[in-house]
């Protein structure tokens, strides 16, 4: 029996994923203030957010964010601060963040998928562009592609975001 190249490609991605949000959650150590499950709030950042699809630019400007419970399309909010899975002792600014704030300023909507066990959403869709058996969203910063989701990455003000419609290796 031989598996689909699509197939393959699915399970590398799944399994680089698996890996990355893994090796984040073991070398993060939770702080005294994710442990009493108290959180402070995250201080705004501006970063500059460049969406892409596979048509083109879908957004690209300068984004006010913070680290907040994001809302995609089909629902299930959930917290994106930054210490999701103990990535990071103290909250901040999140791509994800940035993501739901861009949505809501411009009037696009962005989907994904909540993975409960690295507490972080897969982005599938933004503005209707939804990825397919070839393509993903990547997410970086600063022109490097993140180790971790999108809810566990913690940016600094300034920082260029990028989700960019991607073909599978």
Known sequence: MSIAPTTTRRRRVLAIAATAGLAGALAAAPSATA????????????????LTGPAGVIFDGDVTTDGHTVSPLTGGARLCDGTNLGANPAPGATPTAALDDAADANGFDWDGVWYASFEDYLVTSIDGFTQDADHFYEISVNGVATLVGGCQYVLDEGDEVAFTWTEFA
Do not use: H
């Open 35 to 50: 442990a009493s499950g108290a959180r402070a709030a995250a201080a705004p950042v501006t970063v500059n957010l460049t």
